[in-house]
Every structure is written in C-alpha cells, then in structure tokens.
C-alpha cells in the first residue's frame, strides 16, 4: 500500500526552512549556562522535580504488574508501527464516514496552511486551542496572529505562557519553570484585576477560569491535539486533567484536531492498553480526569459539537525514521517521564533545549526532526546515567540513539575539531599499549603536583575545567601499577 503522506523531495523542508524551524536548538550550551544562573528558575525546577518522581513510582507500586502493563502497550506501538499505512487509511476512511475531513500535511507549514484556509473560509476571527504539541511544532500560533485571528490557549500552563510570550518547557506541564508569584504577576500586568487578593494558587486558577469562559464562548474555530487516533472509528482521543479540550472542541461550529501520524493505533482496546500507562508514567494518576473521543461533527440528534471536523495528519520527517534506526522514536506516548528523571533537564530546564521537544526525547527528536547541524549540541546533553531509558514506558533505548546522533555528529564532521582531534589521538593511543602505560604514569605525576595542574586548568583545558576542577590524586601508583603491586602480594 502506498502512504501518499510521505514527502517528495520537493516538500522537505530546505536548509533555510529547517534553520528557522529549529529555534536555539544550536545554543543549548550557552542557554543551558543562563539557566544553572537563574535562581527563580532552579527554585520552580526543584520543587516540581520531586512530585513527578515520587507520584509515578507510587502510581506503579500501586499496581500489580506496571511490566506486563508496558509490553502490553509496546506491542500495540511494535504492531501499528509495522502496518502504519493500513492504519492510516483506514482511520481516514473511518473519518470521512462519520462526516470529516482528513488532510495530510508533509511539513509544519502545510499545516499551517491547511487551517488557515479553514479559517479563512468560515470567517474565523476567534480561536481557541487544546493542548496540541503539533501546533507548537508547526509556530502556528504565530501563523493565526500574522492572519488577524484571536487565538487563545486554554489549558492554563498554556494560557500563561501565552501570556508570557514564551515556549512550552515541559511537553505535559508546559508552564512548569514558572513560580506561583511570577504567575501572579503575570496576571497582574495583563488582566484588568484591581486590588484582587490573588496569593492563592486557587485564586490564579479562578482567574483564569473567569478569562478563557468568555473565550470558549467566542470562538468560531477549536483546535485540539491527540493522544491517540484511532483506525477502526475514525476518533480522536484526548486526554486532559482540566476538561479544556471538551470545551475547545464542542462549543465552536469547527473542531480542527492536528497530530503526528504516529499517532494512529488499531482500536479501542489498544488505546486502553496505551492509557494504562501513559497517566501513571506522566502524571502518576492511575487515569487523567477527561479522556475524550472526537469522532465526527454533531448528528443532527445531537444537542451539541461542531458543524464541521477535520483531521490534520502531521508527518514533519516521521515517515523517515520509519524502517531507520530511529524508529524506536515514534513509540512514544510523549508521557514526559524521561524529562523528570533526567539529571540534564532537571538541572536546567526546558527552554535551553532550543526547540518544542526537551530533556532525552528531545535531544533525540530535534535533531531528527530539525537537522543535526541545526542541533548538534543536544545528543551531548547526556551523562549517558541511563534512567531516561529505565522510566520509558515504551522502552525506547533513548541513550542508545544518542550515541548513534554523537556517531553521526562524528562522521559528518559536526563535532568540534578539539573534540575530534582528541577521540582520535585517544584511539590511537590506547592502540599503543607501551605510550599508554607511560601517559597514565605522567597524569598521574601531573595530578599529584598542584603547581602543575593548576597549569592544566588554567591553559590547555580551559572550557573542560571552566566550571570543575581536576580531581587531586593521592594514589601509590597507576592502576596497573597497583594491580600488579597486589597481584604479587597475593602470590606471596
Ligand atoms: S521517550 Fe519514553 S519516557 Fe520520554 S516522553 Fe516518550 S514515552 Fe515518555
């Protein structure tokens, strides 16, 4: 079966395109500087991090077996990935009959386009959106705004972002490097609040409750992302804590749902093996508050729902990664547990990534996604501890593909010449037994000396050691030497 999805040469994105799209993505050493500096931001890091942690590895205690749980929902991945076409096909098929729209979008401009249009032709001036990852892969945002429409975000760590003015910097708690007081004050400068007591963290979420009610009230046009897209009835499901996705998708005439085309899976039942583990691993709940199916605009029994609905099928070089070694990459759920276990991600943050995806999935998909050269900094925002690796629920070897991104940084000359020049003089070194024993006895001198490695530091390591300082060394002797010293003593 032919998948009609898959881009010519003519659509992929160009070189031009493809630096736009990747943001900072190419900064990542000098953002993730700023970030360790920012006090309010390692305060709200710290306080978030122990949460996650602690809620996911109850939420998978309380359960019988959380193993049987993720091979069930691997296998589902392992499966629709192997049919992706058939799946595809018939989950538009499924969609046309219940009276909606499919459209295939090879780039994130397409998509773009493809809603505009919508748009444009209903007359749209108010939008709302739903939570959709897709849509912050694609600026389309910014794209609505340049048109004269009204967007708003109503998830609220969406929404105070929005108002912010600043990316997601985590892919399920968007708005998690924000403290409360900074949301306050937030609110203060763009909501007409007079003296309103807003301390409470209850009175923030009444506040922007009372904002976006008016908004959902207003829209012409809904635009939500998906979870899951299922083939054998052509929906589209959602899930959220805070119930915005219902609202964004059945008050307006429209409902536009936008997701990648990995999101397909055969059917019910593969979706509820998927769910089982996607809120525990993400959130630590055993189920999220709303779980909702779209499927279709309303029949006319139907009290509510929009006139029209339409599926947007995003590839953006997912089909690419189908049959390569990356693959492993589109099972998954985007649960966001690799992020809260990470030592990288934890210590600075989302928006150093650069790109709409941080923390290991992250550094795996931009550079996928975007272009090595345009992010050749993130497979190196790893201490290869594995954990991310640990928590997957969908067991993706994330440490695994970061060294094959290094291995292909290294090939294409990517890496910095220092960095390349010092692998190779390494491997050519520890190839020569005798040069090596005589390396080691000399760092071992230099190490013992204070005098000398001070002089290390300070000018031939200089942005090594920028931020460590070399370990001072006390030992008798290199370890070959200390092996032998107690091989013989043994004999003896
Ligand atoms: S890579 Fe795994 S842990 Fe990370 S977001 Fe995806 S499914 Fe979750």
Redesign the pocket.
């Given at each position: 079966m032919v998948m009609h999805y898959k881009p010519t040469s003519q659509e992929t994105p160009s070189d031009s395109e493809l630096k736009n799209s990747s943001h900072q993505a190419l900064f990542f050493k000098a953002q993730s500087s700023d970030a360790l500096l920012d006090e309010t931001l390692q305060e709200a890091l710290k306080k978030a991090k122990g949460g996650f942690i602690e809620k996911r590895s109850q939420a998978i205690a309380d359960v019988e077996s959380f193993d049987s749980y993720k091979q069930q929902a691997q296998l589902v991945k392992n499966h629709t990935l192997d049919h992706l076409a058939y799946y595809l096909t018939q989950f538009e098929e499924n969609v046309v009959k219940n009276g909606g729209h499919v459209h295939w979008a090879s780039t994130p401009e397409q998509l773009n386009n493809i809603i505009l249009h919508i748009c444009e032709r209903r007359d749209a001036k108010f939008v709302t959106k739903g939570k959709s990852m897709i849509s912050e892969e694609a600026n389309l945002n910014e794209a609505l705004e340049a048109a004269g429409i009204d967007v708003t975000e109503t998830d609220l760590g969406e929404y105070i972002i929005q108002l912010a003015k600043e990316p997601p910097s985590h892919?399920i708690v968007p708005a998690i490097h924000k403290t409360r007081q900074q949301v306050e004050a937030l609110f203060r400068e763009t909501h007409d609040l007079g003296e309103r007591d807003l301390d409470k963290i209850s009175a923030l979420v009444d506040e922007a409750r009372l904002q976006l009610r008016q908004k959902f009230l207003d829209a012409d046009v809904g635009i939500t992302g998906a979870n899951m897209l299922i083939a054998d009835t052509g929906s589209a499901m959602l899930v959220t804590n805070e119930g915005n996705g219902d609202l964004t998708a059945t008050l307006p005439k429209v409902h536009i749902v936008t997701a990648s085309i990995e999101k397909v899976i055969p059917d019910l039942e593969s979706a509820s093996a998927i769910l089982r583990v996607l809120a525990r691993?993400a959130t630590g709940q055993p189920i999220t508050s709303y779980t909702s199916l779209f499927s279709g605009p309303r029949d006319i029994e139907d009290l509510d729902g929009p006139d029209e609905f339409h599926v947007i099928l995003l590839d953006n070089q997912r089909s690419q990664m189908l049959g390569s070694p990356f693959e492993e990459m589109l099972k998954?759920?985007?649960?966001?547990?690799?992020l809260n276990h990470c030592p990288v991600y934890s210590a600075v943050g989302g928006h150093a990534y650069g790109w709409v995806y941080p923390g290991?999935?992250g550094s795996v998909l931009t550079p996928l996604m975007t272009g090595l050269k345009q992010s050749s900094d993130l497979p190196n925002a790893s201490t290869f501890c594995g954990r991310?690796e640990e928590?997957?629920?969908?067991g993706?070897p994330?440490p695994e593909l970061l060294r094959q991104l290094r291995n292909r940084e290294h090939e294409e000359h990517l890496t910095p010449w220092k960095t390349r020049f010092s692998l190779q003089s390494f491997m050519w070194t520890i190839q020569h037994p005798r040069l090596f024993h005589w390396l080691t006895k000399m760092t071992r001198l230099i190490l013992s000396n204070s005098t000398l490695t001070h002089f290390f530091e300070k000018h031939l390591f200089t942005s090594w050691y920028n931020s460590k300082e070399l370990p001072k060394n006390h030992s008798k002797g290199t370890f070959m030497e200390q092996y032998k010293q107690n091989s013989k003593q043994k004999k003896k």
């Open positions: 892919i691993s998954c759920i985007k649960c966001g547990a690799c290991p999935m991310c928590v997957c629920p969908m993706i994330l």
